[in-house]
């Protein structure tokens, strides 16, 4: 039971935020992050988060190298447009040099992921740090859901923080025409 006095605020929040009341990667990554020097680089190393879970820096590592991740991707959505513009007009040519920038974009995009072999210990993160983004869906802990006092009178089920939600996957699976089953 979360009682109603953390749950009825949270709730309401969670509404005008247009998010489900539990922690998710818009939580995690994109709204928990500073600069050490304000202006210094975007960089792991110039870079802290303003809350952290069990696990130690791994938590530190895998939300960071996320939102790095967030950032340089960055510039291949920015192509999307001119992708679909491209197609639009049958133009070949705009086309091939989006997709070659598309390219571009993601193997910097990639070389950046690949910090997470640096930053996050496998063990910790899924014996440690998982536990506390996998929400209350599929938790054996919380089998029935998670009973918001006040706002409910029966228990939620709600699925916690994951890359999949991140705008980046979204947005190139509407470039690539997939479509996720949201259901279940």
């Known amino acids: 039971i979360l009682p109603s006095n953390i749950a009825i605020p949270y709730c309401k929040l969670s509404e005008k935020l247009g998010l489900p009341p539990i922690l998710v990667y818009a939580d995690c ?3 928990n992050w500073k600069k050490k020097d304000p202006s210094g680089p975007m960089t792991y190393e110039n870079m802290d988060i303003l ?3 069990p696990g130690g820096n791994c938590s530190k590592g895998f939300f ?3 939102l790095l991740v967030e950032i340089a991707a960055a510039s ?3 192509i999307i447009p001119i992708i679909f513009s491209a197609v639009q007009h049958q133009d070949q040519d705009i086309l ?3 997709l070659l920038d598309i390219a571009s974009s993601l193997k910097k995009t990639l070389e950046v992921f690949h910090q997470i072999h640096e930053h996050v210990d496998p ?3 899924f ?3 998982r536990i506390y983004l996998s929400g209350w869906k599929g938790n054996p802990q919380l089998s029935e859901g998670l009973l918001y006092e006040g706002v409910w009178d029966t228990p939620k089920k ?3 923080g994951s890359a999949a939600q991140s705008s980046i996957f979204q947005c190139f699976d509407v470039l690539l025409g997939i479509q996720q089953n949201t259901g279940g």
Do not use: E, P
Request: avoid cysteine.
């Open 123 to 125: 063990n910790l993160f």
């Open 64 to 66: 960071l190298v996320s």
């Open 96 to 98: 091939q040099k989006a």
């Open 76 to 78: 291949a959505i920015k």
């Open 51 to 53: 809350f952290s879970f």
């Open 29 to 31: 990554v994109l709204a």
């Open 158 to 160: 709600f699925a916690g």
């Open 127 to 129: 014996n440690v740090l």
